[in-house]
């Protein structure tokens, strides 16, 4: 495979007397790329380095690969035409938390600056206290607002040779194309108030609406021909009051629509909550109706009014899932298309079809709606939503059934010719004729293998996608788990295997669209493919002509990881990343041969002055006879003769994962992997192959033999063996603690341990139960527990918690809303009662993970600390050895 050497990206041997392990410290110190943009022309590139706690710096580059500028404390930067940049400058972090200590008030708390910089000229123009601003995209005008209080709208243009100001603006926007500036002034002293375009090139300022009164959901068109919004002259009848209002030609507006017009039902209403938008050649306008909100009865005081939910078992949707959307249903609303050609209103959504989907193409007067409403109950169970499909017609508003009953997800074809869908049930891809309302099934298992063949979850197997339609919806290319095949949407023809050797090589392709705004895949023009391979874990881009059968040609390959290339809009210059586990993922300019890559940023610099591990593929056999794959990561000045500690972490397969970075960070729920190496152990990452009914035993009969295979290696220390995981390899941890005393520590967070009281749980982050995910998904029971009682007691570790002979440390914080943090209550109360060493981290407030900075430090800390201590034989630390009371956890840390 064809190998190109990257410039200045080799791997560096950094002097190894200088070099120390990384703290936690240096984790929140560790700087990443967080935002990178090609200019259109491909000239100019911009990358931002940000550490995960401290203030960014954005670095501008020409095409030569030269730093040409640098800014720090910047928020977001953007290109801009006429070769400018504009670029958010924030005030500093310890600036910023000095004035917070000294309990600073808001309103007195330093503002963003904004920094306008020429890129040819690098001259720099600087606005202070900007509170927002838009910048135009077909055009180098801005308008922004600065201060806290200035309503005053201003707008300039980039070079600053024009201005203008409008005072009094609420709200301001411009349009996509063509330069036209929306804004809404409340202003009486010097115009009228009202709704506004100002066009900046011809000095012309429009009134659209005059009023005092509620606008909302002001949206225009791509080209700035049309304004559609919503009106109400009185602020006191929002509720219901709300009319339709276009403007064409940037001309004033004309009402179009308002509640007592026939399309809406009794009682309905035109709301503010219904999104407004054009389709892209603004033939159409979308908005909402929705029932009139009711109003609380204010003649009863609250406090006689009993405060109650009422669960009834025949809902179609969870109680619990209710509540969680019980904001956003109430805001709920019912999609109507306004054919502006023919001024016709066709209602689209009703609470029985409340799903629609369309596609941008206006030409299509087709959309799907769905209905799911009545399988609502069972999804509860089966974790599918089944629902009843319909075609409707965008002018007419005639539905016609599609499909009864499916858990597929339909979609449409650029051209509007066919929906088209991947059925899970019988592993097959269909379409649908609109034109003949019939239905094609391209696919059977016997003649194409469309689902993931390595699915080990008691559910259907999801499909691989299909990489998307060609022209005039003539043929639809669909992957499989190597190649990309092409199929007539009629199956009048076989299907072609376009990239021919994808399984022979086991080289995944998949297509790269490189262009956002495309609507079909062009077969006159070469495409970008990205390929992985699963021999060698590396990856690859190709082309491929995806015309006729070939194999794709390699533009560059090998044993390294790289992502999806940026490209720019009017160039065939792209920025990449190409990264293993011990070179940083370096932002790489090049172009669409790859024949010659630039590196930009010098992120890899970072790990000069520490200690850096590597990484190797290792392999074993399970205990049921199944061939596994891994990951061993090694520290630096690795030495076999040694014996090392080692922390196993794994959730279920990652050895795909063998060229990334890891990016070094302070990580909310597991072990930074630099980090660990750097302090001397040796982390081991295997893959699990799991048995349906048996997701613990599957976990044991894989982990514990490469475990095995790891320690007849002669390098590893079998007193010290440690396991770590979150979530559900969290789960597994307390698992293996059941079944083996090899580990000397366990870190397990966020776990379930009682399989039996998880089922009936809620997931309070959506408010789904939790029984699907037994019955069909990750949690792998496949039935119930009236009909599999036993494996949710074979599985659940709590019940054999009298046998775990190792130091558990848990984490399970109190407002996780993926596992019911009662799981680990009990996993701890259970350890407690029996006396076994055992401790909880509950970070109070925190979801599934803690999100905080302050608290992901703590964790990372005291978790090392446990392992430092069970792993190395360093001193207990205070919060391990006496505990933090209630009463000192204000004031004390304990280590």
């Given at each position: 495979?064809?190998?190109?050497?990257?410039?200045?990206?080799?791997?560096?041997?950094?002097?190894?007397?200088?070099?120390?392990?990384?703290?936690?410290?240096?984790?929140?110190?560790?700087?990443?790329?967080?935002?990178?943009?090609?200019?259109?022309?491909?000239?100019?590139?911009?990358?931002?380095?940000?550490?995960?706690?401290?203030?960014?710096?954005?670095?501008?580059?020409?095409?030569?690969?030269?730093?040409?500028?640098?800014?720090?404390?910047?928020?977001?930067?953007?290109?801009?035409?006429?070769?400018?940049?504009?670029?958010?400058?924030?005030?500093?972090?310890?600036?910023?938390?000095?004035?917070?200590?000294?309990?600073?008030?808001?309103?007195?708390?330093?503002?963003?600056?904004?920094?306008?910089?020429?890129?040819?000229?690098?001259?720099?123009?600087?606005?202070?206290?900007?509170?927002?601003?838009?910048?135009?995209?077909?055009?180098?005008?801005?308008?922004?607002?600065?201060?806290?209080?200035?309503?005053?709208?201003?707008?300039?243009?980039?070079?600053?040779?024009?201005?203008?100001?409008?005072?009094?603006?609420?709200?301001?926007?411009?349009?996509?194309?063509?330069?036209?500036?929306y804004y809404i002034s409340n202003d009486t002293t010097q115009a009228?108030?009202?709704?506004?375009?100002?066009?900046?090139?011809?000095?012309?300022?429009?009134?659209?609406?005059?009023?005092?009164?509620?606008?909302?959901?002001?949206?225009?068109?791509?080209?700035?021909?049309?304004?559609?919004?919503?009106?109400?002259?009185?602020?006191?009848?929002?509720?219901?009051?709300?009319?339709?209002?276009?403007?064409?030609?940037?001309?004033?507006?004309?009402?179009?629509?308002?509640?007592?017009?026939?399309?809406?039902?009794?009682?309905?209403?035109?709301?503010?909550?219904?999104?407004?938008?054009?389709?892209?050649?603004?033939?159409?306008?979308?908005?909402?109706?929705?029932?009139?909100?009711?109003?609380?009865?204010?003649?009863?005081?609250?406090?006689?009014?009993?405060?109650?939910?009422?669960?009834?078992?025949?809902?179609?949707?969870?109680?619990?899932?209710?509540?969680?959307?019980?904001?956003?249903?109430?805001?709920?609303?019912?999609?109507?298309?306004?054919?502006?050609?023919?001024?016709?209103?066709?209602?689209?959504?009703?609470?029985?079809?409340?799903?629609?989907?369309?596609?941008?193409?206006?030409?299509?007067?087709?959309?799907?709606?769905?209905?799911?409403?009545?399988?609502?109950?069972?999804?509860?169970?089966?974790?599918?939503?089944?629902?009843?499909?319909?075609?409707?017609?965008?002018?007419?508003?005639?539905?016609?059934?599609?499909?009864?009953?499916?858990?597929?997800?339909?979609?449409?074809?650029?051209?509007?010719?066919?929906?088209?869908?991947?059925?899970?049930?019988?592993?097959?891809?269909?379409?649908?004729?609109?034109?003949?309302?019939?239905?094609?099934?391209?696919?059977?298992?016997?003649?194409?293998?469309?689902?993931?063949?390595?699915?080990?979850?008691?559910?259907?197997?999801?499909?691989?996608?299909?990489?998307?339609?060609?022209?005039?919806?003539?043929?639809?290319?669909?992957?499989?788990?190597?190649?990309?095949?092409?199929?007539?949407?009629?199956?009048?023809?076989a299907p072609v295997n376009l990239t021919v050797n994808g399984r022979?090589?086991?080289?995944?392709?998949?297509?790269?669209?490189?262009?956002?705004?495309?609507?079909?895949?062009?077969?006159?023009?070469?495409?970008?493919?990205?390929?992985?391979?699963?021999?060698?874990?590396?990856?690859?881009?190709?082309?491929?002509?995806?015309?006729?059968?070939?194999?794709?040609?390699?533009?560059?390959?090998?044993?390294?990881?790289?992502?999806?290339?940026?490209?720019?809009?009017?160039?065939?210059?792209?920025?990449?990343?190409?990264?293993?586990?011990?070179?940083?993922?370096?932002?790489?300019?090049?172009?669409?041969?790859?024949?010659?890559?630039?590196?930009?940023?010098?992120?890899?610099?970072?790990?000069?002055?520490?200690?850096?591990?590597?990484?190797?593929?290792?392999?074993?056999?399970?205990?049921?006879?199944?061939?596994?794959?891994?990951?061993?990561?090694?520290?630096?000045?690795?030495?076999?003769?040694?014996?090392?500690?080692?922390?196993?972490?794994?959730?279920?397969?990652?050895?795909?994962?063998?060229?990334?970075?890891?990016?070094?960070?302070?990580?909310?729920?597991?072990?930074?992997?630099?980090?660990?190496?750097?302090?001397?152990?040796?982390?081991?990452?295997?893959?699990?192959?799991?048995?349906?009914?048996?997701?613990?035993?599957?976990?044991?009969?894989?982990?514990?033999?490469?475990?095995?295979?790891?320690?007849?290696?002669?390098?590893?220390?079998?007193?010290?063996?440690?396991?770590?995981?979150?979530?559900?390899?969290?789960?597994?941890?307390?698992?293996?603690?059941?079944?083996?005393?090899?580990?000397?520590?366990?870190?397990?967070?966020?776990?379930?341990?009682?399989?039996?009281?998880?089922?009936?749980?809620?997931?309070?982050?959506?408010?789904?139960?939790?029984?699907?995910?037994?019955?069909?998904?990750?949690?792998?029971?496949?039935?119930?527990?009236?009909?599999?009682?036993?494996?949710?007691?074979?599985?659940?570790?709590?019940?054999?918690?009298?046998?775990?002979?190792?130091?558990?440390?848990?984490?399970?914080?109190?407002?996780?809303?993926?596992?019911?943090?009662?799981?680990?209550?009990?996993?701890?109360?259970?350890?407690?009662?029996?006396?076994?060493?055992?401790w909880l981290l509950n970070y109070m407030g925190e979801p599934h993970?803690?999100?905080?900075?302050?608290?992901?430090?703590?964790?990372?800390?005291?978790?090392?600390?446990?392992?430092?201590?069970?792993?190395?034989?360093?001193?207990?630390?205070?919060?391990?050895?006496?505990?933090?009371?209630?009463?000192?956890?204000?004031?004390?840390?304990?280590?």
């Amino acid at each position: 495979m064809k190998k190109i050497l990257f410039l200045l990206t080799a791997c560096i041997v950094w002097p190894l007397a200088a070099q120390k392990p990384l703290t936690v410290d240096d984790l929140a110190a560790w700087k990443r790329v967080t935002e990178k943009a090609v200019s259109d022309d491909g000239k100019w590139i911009i990358a931002t380095m940000e550490p995960w706690r401290g203030d960014a710096t954005l670095y501008v580059y020409n095409q030569k690969g030269e730093e040409v500028a640098s800014f720090a404390t910047v928020k977001s930067g953007e290109f801009a035409l006429s070769s400018h940049l504009l670029i958010t400058k924030t005030t500093p972090l310890e600036e910023t938390e000095a004035l917070k200590i000294k309990k600073t008030k808001d309103d007195k708390m330093p503002m963003d600056q904004l920094v306008i910089y020429n890129l040819q000229g690098k001259q720099e123009d600087m606005i202070d206290s900007i509170r927002s601003y838009k910048l135009s995209e077909g055009a180098p005008w801005l308008a922004y607002q600065n201060g806290r209080k200035d309503s005053t709208l201003y707008v300039r243009s980039l070079d600053g040779s024009k201005t203008a100001t409008f005072p009094a603006v609420s709200t301001f926007f411009f349009s996509k194309e063509n330069q036209v500036l929306y804004y809404i002034s409340n202003d009486t002293t010097q115009a009228k108030p009202g709704l506004y375009a100002y066009q900046p090139e011809k000095e012309a300022n429009s009134l659209i609406l005059e009023g005092k009164g509620v606008f909302k959901q002001t949206v225009a068109d791509e080209k700035g021909e049309k304004l559609a919004f919503l009106y109400c002259p009185d602020k006191d009848s929002t509720r219901t009051q709300f009319a339709l209002y276009l403007s064409e030609g940037n001309n004033a507006a004309r009402k179009i629509a308002e509640r007592t017009n026939d399309f809406l039902p009794s009682q309905w209403v035109i709301s503010e909550n219904g999104k407004l938008s054009f389709t892209k050649h603004s033939r159409r306008l979308f908005f909402g109706i929705a029932p009139e909100p009711k109003q609380k009865d204010t003649t009863i005081l609250a406090s006689n009014r009993p405060d109650v939910q009422v669960w009834n078992w025949n809902e179609d949707t969870q109680y619990t899932v209710q509540n969680y959307n019980r904001a956003d249903d109430l805001k709920k609303t019912y999609t109507v298309a306004y054919n502006i050609g023919s001024k016709r209103f066709v209602p689209l959504t009703t609470p029985e079809k409340p799903t629609l989907q369309t596609i941008e193409n206006d030409n299509v007067s087709i959309a799907l709606v769905s209905a799911s409403k009545q399988y609502g109950t069972e999804s509860m169970w089966t974790g599918h939503n089944r629902a009843n499909v319909y075609t409707i017609n965008l002018e007419t508003g005639e539905t016609k059934p599609l499909i009864t009953g499916t858990i597929a997800r339909l979609r449409l074809s650029p051209q509007g010719k066919y929906a088209y869908w991947y059925s899970p049930t019988d592993s097959s891809w269909y379409t649908y004729s609109i034109a003949d309302a019939k239905t094609y099934r391209l696919t059977t298992p016997s003649t194409f293998t469309a689902w993931n063949e390595e699915n080990d979850v008691p559910d259907y197997p999801n499909a691989h996608g299909a990489a998307g339609w060609t022209a005039d919806d003539a043929y639809l290319l669909i992957n499989d788990r190597y190649d990309i095949w092409q199929f007539s949407p009629t199956a009048t023809s076989a299907p072609v295997n376009l990239t021919v050797n994808g399984r022979k090589e086991r080289i995944s392709y998949r297509r790269i669209q490189l262009d956002k705004d495309e609507t079909f895949i062009n077969l006159k023009e070469p495409q970008l493919l990205k390929g992985f391979n699963e021999k060698t874990k590396g990856s690859g881009y190709y082309s491929a002509a995806l015309s006729s059968p070939a194999a794709p040609k390699t533009l560059l390959a090998g044993d390294y990881m790289l992502t999806t290339p940026l490209k720019a809009k009017k160039a065939d210059a792209v920025i990449y990343t190409s990264e293993t586990y011990s070179r940083y993922p370096e932002v790489q300019l090049s172009d669409l041969s790859f024949k010659r890559s630039v590196q930009l940023t010098k992120g890899g610099s970072q790990q000069a002055p520490f200690l850096w591990g590597t990484a190797e593929l290792t392999t074993w056999t399970s205990l049921d006879g199944k061939p596994l794959e891994g990951v061993i990561y090694k520290p630096a000045n690795f030495d076999p003769s040694k014996k090392y500690p080692v922390v196993v972490n794994f959730y279920e397969r990652n050895s795909e994962t063998l060229y990334s970075y890891h990016m070094p960070e302070v990580g909310r729920s597991t072990i930074d992997y630099h980090f660990y190496n750097s302090n001397g152990y040796i982390i081991f990452n295997p893959d699990i192959v799991y048995e349906d009914g048996y997701p613990g035993e599957s976990c044991f009969k894989s982990v514990m033999p490469g475990i095995a295979s790891l320690i007849a290696k002669g390098y590893v220390d079998e007193k010290a063996i440690a396991a770590q995981g979150h979530s559900w390899g969290g789960y597994q941890d307390a698992y293996l603690a059941t079944r083996t005393n090899l580990f000397a520590a366990i870190e397990s967070g966020a776990p379930v341990v009682n399989m039996f009281s998880a089922y009936g749980g809620i997931r309070w982050g959506s408010g789904l139960n939790r029984s699907f995910q037994y019955e069909h998904t990750q949690s792998r029971i496949g039935g119930s527990i009236w009909e599999t009682p036993l494996r949710y007691i074979e599985n659940s570790p709590l019940f054999d918690m009298d046998k775990v002979q190792t130091p558990i440390l848990i984490m399970a914080n109190d407002n996780d809303g993926h596992v019911p943090w009662y799981q680990g209550i009990e996993f701890f109360v259970a350890l407690k009662r029996l006396q076994k060493p055992a401790w909880l981290l509950n970070y109070m407030g925190e979801p599934h993970w803690p999100l905080r900075m302050a608290n992901k430090i703590d964790f990372q800390t005291r978790m090392f600390q446990f392992f430092e201590h069970y792993l190395k034989g360093a001193p207990m630390p205070k919060w391990m050895s006496e505990g933090v009371p209630a009463t000192e956890r204000d004031f004390e840390l304990g280590y």
